[in-house]
């Protein structure tokens, strides 16, 4: 499964709607690995988690991250 790539309410940052889950498989990794690495990424302020979302916050740190 794909995830849908949308803009937010406010129409600035890129939303991603996909469960953890969903994500682990399409990169063979666990969700464990997936929800431990988007944490740190939300405390850094790069995404923010909400259920089955994610919205980039930062793209620049997130390429940069690559």
């Known amino acids: 499964m794909r ?4 803009a937010d309410r ?3 940052n890129p939303e991603i709607s ?3 889950e969903q994500l682990a498989n399409q990169i063979n ?3 464990e690995v997936v929800s431990g690495t988007l944490k740190n990424m ?3 302020n790069i995404v923010r ?4 979302r994610i919205t980039i916050l930062n793209q620049k740190e ?3 991250l690559r």
């Open 10 to 12: 406010a129409g600035e």
């Open 62 to 64: 997130l390429t940069r």
């Open 49 to 52: 988690l909400r259920r089955g």
């Open 29 to 31: 990794s666990s969700r």
């Open 3 to 6: 995830g849908d790539l949308s």
């Open 18 to 20: 996909v469960t953890l």
């Open 42 to 44: 939300e405390k850094q």
